[in-house]
Nanobody, 125 residues
Framework: QVQLVESGGGLVQPGGSLRLSCAASGRIRSINTMGWHRQAPGKQRELVAT???????NYADSVKGRFTISRDNAKNTVYLQMNAVKPEDTAVYYC???????????????????WGQGTQVTVSS
């Protein structure tokens, strides 16, 4: 099993900054893509940003230039640096990761796709 644990959410004023982190743990063999999604009240969950093992990134248009996704492969951790936040950034933020893991032993591996529990980000003055 692979679990994702998030931290860093909270209350922040418009124009401020916040840094989210999400660490993967378990019998991990490799991690491919890691990313962040968010869901605001009454809205569908939307992609915020993704990053591949090689460092290629993809951002939603609404956060380009303000948010930065990064990862530490040695720590199996993905980060989301949120700058110049706006009230419309208020949402529950979820991290996700996919890759391969060892179900029983290192002789065999299988694919995984896991999600974090979500962390609340509230932008308000």
């Amino acid at each position: 099993q692979v679990q994702l644990v998030e931290s860093g959410g909270g209350l922040v004023q418009p124009g401020g900054s916040l840094r989210l982190s999400c660490a993967a743990s378990g019998r991990i063999r490799s991690i491919n893509t890691m990313g962040w999604h968010r869901q605001a009240p009454g809205k569908q969950r939307e992609l915020v940003a993704t990053i591949t093992t090689g460092g290629s990134t993809n951002y939603a248009d609404s956060v380009k230039g303000r948010f930065t996704i990064s990862r530490d492969n040695a720590k199996n951790t993905v980060y989301l640096q949120m700058n110049a936040v706006k009230p419309e950034d208020t949402a529950v933020y979820y991290c996700n990761a996919d890759g391969t893991y060892y179900p029983r032993s290192t002789y065999y591996f299988a694919d995984f796709a896991s999600w974090g529990q979500g962390t609340q980000v509230t932008v308000s003055s």
